[in-house]
Structure formats: structure tokens, C-alpha cells
């Protein structure tokens, strides 16, 4: 046995890669045993080289912080629901104005123009009144405006891009239809002011350039055309609208004839001109029952309007098979008012400077503008 245990310690190909024993070290049954196998060190890597601990985000933060994006078209979002809300809280009240023939409030104080504006030809499209398309419109921003606010999803399985589109689109069609009830408001309402007008018209710009913001320009570059189609559509159906003979009534209309009172006061201004155009032959063609007849009127007040030259071309009423009087059939009237002031002829509301021009009248002993 002791031989062997040599043998172990001389020869290279038994001996152990370690270090040999000290003689001490005891042997048990006469066999020479070697030491363990020593633990591999652990080699530690500088903190660069380490893995991030599970409580350390800083680099995945980025992921999960929303974009900007999407914190834009949420303020969007709100923004057209509640100015969509202001402006369905203003029709709805407009348009229990318009169903019940009640009077307007007017806050600027402007004695009847909001009233007057509210009753005339202008706020009816078709025979609909228009503050109830007005209170659809804006009905319409509001919810879609929600919707797109709080929903996960949108009904019947509409996308979020899709429904953007539709929004820029109302939107689109309420500013076009705001510039065409402005551009109506300076021509034939000149020097009325009406609050719930302008108020409309701020509310549906806003709304416009909210979403066409919001939508991106490239995207509004693609769809350019759909929505110069979209406010054309407007303008033409206004203008045909609007552009309907005047004359016009339907067949079972029976209406006997009737005098409206003229309540504005006149002023001097008026009541020269007035005289003036009775004096070189200017005459007034109109109908009892045309508001822009009366509106005309009223621009010259009640004193001045007892001096125009006025012709009545249905002063028995107006029926089934009633003809104008002679006098408007030889004038070949297309409308009311109509204005003949030397040999010219002038078709609807004209403003006092207008009728002044036309006529000849001199403005310089005037020193304040007519209103």
C-alpha cells in the first residue's frame, strides 16, 4: 500500500493539478486522499457593466409617459365639447323663440334688431328654421366631442380617424355657413347689431380652427378637397335658398291686406332724403306682407316714411290668382323692395347713403353719418 501511495505522488499522470498536502494532513486506511476542489471566485463587473435593478426606470420611462399628442387632441376634445355645448344651449333657445313667434332678449339693447333679424326671410332655410340646424350642428360637436373624449371605442365600430374626419367636416360646414349669415348681416341688416349672431359665428370659427389644428396639416393637405366640396355645398344651398323670388307665395295662401306700424323714429337725415326722392319721382315698389319691404321702411322711421312714394302692388291682399297692380306689372318688378330712382333701377333693401347716391342728394349740409 505504501508503494502505491508513492506511485500517486510521482507520477504526472495521477498526481493532482493542485498543490500536494502537507505531511500532516491523515490518511485514512493508508490512501493518500487530495483536497476538495476550491470555490471559483466570483468575478464582480464594474457598476456600468451591471444589469439596471427591477426598481430602476429611468430608461423605460420614456415608454410609458403618454405623448403629446394624444394630451393635445384630448384638450381638443374638450374644447369642442363645450363650446359645441354653449352654442346648443343658445339655438335650442333661439329656436323655442322661432316656433313660438316670441320676441328675443336682446342684451346689447339695440331695441328690436335681434327680433328682427330672428323674424325675417334669413332665419329660414327651406322652411326650416335655421337655429334648429344650428342646434343640430352644434348638438353634433358636443356628443362627437365626448365621445371621442371618454370612449373607448365609438359605436358601430368607427375609428378614431374616421370620426376626427367627421368632426373637421361639421365643423367645416358651420364656418361657412357663419361667413355667408355674416356677409347677409353687413348687406342687408346694415347698422343692426345682434348678439346671438356674432356669438354663432365666434363659436363655429373656434370650433373650425380647433379641429383643423388638431387634425394635422398633412392630413388636412389630403382631404383639402373634400372640405372646399363641403363649404361649397353650404353656400349653394344657402344662396338657393335665399335667392328665391321674394314675390312667391303658395297657392292656398290667403292673406287679406294689412298695415304694419313703423316704431323706429326719424331723423333728420331721413326725413330730408325722404322728401328729396318724393320730389324727383323715386318710387318704392313693395308688398304688404314682405318683411324686407317693412325693414326698409323702417330705416327712414315712421315720420320720413310717410313721405317715400311707395307703390302697394297687391293692396286688395293677396289669394290664389290675385295679379299685381298695374303699375308693378309695367315696372317688371323680380322681387321686393324694388327702387326706381331716375330711370335705374334698384333691386332690395338699400342703405340711406346708398338711396342718397343714387339720388343725387347732397350729404354736405350734414354733419353727423345717418344711420
Given amino acids: 500500500m505504501a508503494t502505491l501511495a508513492l506511485l500517486c505522488l510521482t507520477s504526472p499522470s495521477l498526481s493532482s493539478p493542485h498543490r500536494s498536502l502537507p505531511p500532516s494532513y491523515p490518511a485514512r486506511f493508508g490512501i493518500l486522499t487530495t483536497p476538495p476542489p476550491r470555490a471559483p471566485r466570483t ?155 356674432l356669438l354663432s359665428a365666434f363659436l363655429s370659427f373656434s370650433l373650425f380652427f380647433i379641429t383643423l389644428k388638431d387634425f394635422g396639416f398633412e392630413k388636412v393637405q389630403k382631404e383639402a378637397g373634400l372640405l372646399v366640396c363641403v363649404a361649397v355645398l353650404v353656400a349653394v344651398t344657402l344662396n338657393r335658398s335665399y335667392s328665391a323670388p321674394v314675390s312667391s307665395s303658395p297657392d292656398d295662401v290667403d292673406l287679406p291686406y294689412f298695415t304694419t306700424e313703423i316704431t323706429t323714429p326719424s331723423s333728420p337725415f331721413a326725413i330730408s332724403l325722404a322728401k328729396h326722392l318724393n320730389a324727383i319721382g323715386a318710387k318704392m315698389y313693395g308688398a304688404f306682407w314682405c318683411s324686407h319691404c317693412v325693414e326698409q321702411k323702417q330705416m327712414f322711421g315712421r315720420e320720413a316714411a310717410k313721405e317715400l312714394n311707395y307703390v302697394e302692388c297687391f293692396p286688395s291682399g ?28 334698384l333691386s332690395g333693401e338699400k342703405d340711406l347713403l346708398e338711396l342718397a347716391e343714387a339720388s343725387g342728394f347732397e350729404l354736405k349740409e350734414f354733419d353727423q353719418t345717418p344711420s
Avoid at 339655438?91 to 323674424?119: E, M, Q, R, V
Avoid at 322681387?335 to 330711370?343: K, R
Fill in 43 to 197: 468575478v464582480h463587473l464594474p457598476a456600468i457593466f451591471s444589469a439596471p435593478e427591477p426598481n430602476q426606470n429611468a430608461e423605460s420611462e420614456p415608454e410609458t409617459t403618454p405623448s403629446p399628442p394624444s394630451s393635445s387632441s384630448d384638450l381638443t376634445y374638450k374644447l369642442c365639447a363645450g363650446l359645441g355645448g354653449i352654442g346648443f344651449l343658445e339655438t335650442t333657445y333661439l329656436t323655442i323663440l322661432k316656433l313660438t313667434n316670441s320676441d328675443a332678449f336682446c342684451p346689447t339693447g339695440a331695441g328690436g334688431s335681434c327680433g328682427d333679424i330672428l323674424n325675417s326671410e334669413y332665419a329660414v332655410v327651406f322652411g326650416v328654421p335655421l337655429p334648429l340646424f344650428g342646434m343640430l350642428a352644434y348638438g353634433s360637436v358636443a356628443a362627437l366631442g365626448l365621445d371621442l373624449l371618454t370612449a373607448k371605442s365609438l359605436p358601430f365600430g368607427i375609428r378614431k380617424s374616421d370620426a376626427s374626419l367627421v368632426l373637421l367636416g361639421t365643423t367645416t360646414s358651420m364656418a361657412a355657413a357663419s361667413a355667408c349669415f355674416l356677409y347677409i348681416l353687413s348687406t342687408q341688416f346694415s347698422g343692426t347689431s345682434c348678439l346671438y349672431c
Fill in 318 to 345: 293677396f289669394r290664389k290668382g290675385t295679379i299685381m297692380a298695374k303699375a308693378c306689372i309695367d315696372a317688371k318688378l323680380e322681387g321686393f323692395p324694388t327702387w326706381v330712382i331716375n330711370g335705374e333701377v
